[in-house]
């Protein structure tokens, strides 16, 4: 196994998207950020220079972390953030998984711009377990603004909004052919007719699920998430941010130009944005021929998103499955959604929907995510530091009720205030957890991407409604079922997910939509260390940043 290591100069840099200039946070200049590409088992070491204005650290999407937490990156969850002229060196093995990760800031929203591919090709020796492609192509979803995401964030959290929408969302940073003044930086792929090619796509926008396609193409999916899935035809992709899936695409179609796009996926409405545009482009086509483009679903789809998330199966055949727990330790019920808040001293809440005495706030199972500032939450559990945080977040919501009834919406503010709290649930090493996801309709209904750190878990169903004990648990696929990082919460429904307590830190569970994380949708888990030194965190590196 080698040693890939990488530079991150991070500074500020004037960008022209849409005919305008924007100053935004960029990784060397580029945008997106430079693509990392390791081999399975080895050791990745990037050396972070921050020249920005801004706090900044940067999480490794879906890496395992096995006993290296303090590489994971979540400001003030696993690391204080590297001030503005401060230096961190972010290193970790990257082993058992294989497939397509990113890396991205974990500070504020400056994620908007600070991302980038993390792919991870099979150790020398070893193939895919799908046909060798005649090429591979990272595909990077995204949103751009034409103003700085840090200071329309700040500006949307003093006055209680919504995040505006973006002004056109993006392919490996580009807005594509549907928009004014982009055409001519289309992102561009040239194939060659007949052979197959492998797409890696990750969604990395701030704040909405995408669906994608391929005009007059068929998608095999045979990965999300770097976990290798059983081949799947489908002609649209759901993907919401966080999440990848790696497709094989081949070019049998007349030789031309095709359009692969994305548009939204969310249900708070019909939303009539543009879709944004790549070029397959065939060879030995002309390049002026018109391209086709795809017919993408209706943006409030929920069946076809609904379809696609549950057809995917894991591939029991890859030497790096595991079977989901068949028994659990630890059971927990845990709601997710958007609630409402009383107005802060400091904030105006002059834009919230519900007038200026409330804004909106989310939660998990009631309390409202608060990050610590004194100190990281993992060094607070490492060296045994009170006040950075509780030890009890609840099991169960405090209240239980038909959570995606609409009917409690004219109740919020009786029934589901959040308390603002820094709380865990503490974990024993190797225990086995269960967490039912279970949206609710505070206020609406919304399909929640809740991303765990430092593991992968199974989905092993997932539902509409409310979670039925009796009925739904025999549903369960303890078989074969799908292993992710990133679970799309059906809107107004529910996904239970198994994983194993193997990896002793404290890691963040949090939804992947930027917007409801600084409203509080968030937990972590805080897991022992094991009875041996390889099963426990070994202590900091002496460059971690502190607060
Ligand atoms: Cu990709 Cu905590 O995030």
Redesign the pocket.
Known sequence: AAVVEHTFDVANFAVTRLCQSTVVTLVNNSFPGPTIQVREGDTLVVHVNNKSPYNISI?W??VFQLNSGWADG?GYITQCPILPGNSYAYRFNVTGQEGTL?W?A?VSVL?ATVYGALLIKPKLGRTYPFPRPHGEVPIILGEWWKRNPVDVETEALRTGGAFPAADAYTINGRPGDMYNCSSNETFKVTVERGRTYLLRIINAALNNQLFFKLAGHRFTVVAVDASYTKPYKTDVLVIA??QTTDVLITANQAPGNYYMAANTYSTLGPVNDTATTALLHYATAPATAAPQMPLLPNSTDTPTAHRFSTSLRGLTTSPFWSPPPAEVDEKMFVTVGVGAEACGADEDCSTSPLGTRFRLAASMNNVSFQFPTARSMLEAFHFNVNGIYTEDFPDRPPVEFNYTDGAISANFTALWLPVRATKVKKLKYNSTVEVVLQNTAIITTENHPI?F?GFNFHVVAQGFGNFDEGRDRRSFNLVDPQERN?IGVPDGGWAVIRFRAINPGVW?V?C?LEVHLPWGLAMAFAIENGPTPSTSLPPPPSDLPRC
Do not use: V
């Open positions: 999480h999407h879906g979540p990113w991205h974990h994620r941010p966080g991303h750190h990133t963040f949090h992947h």
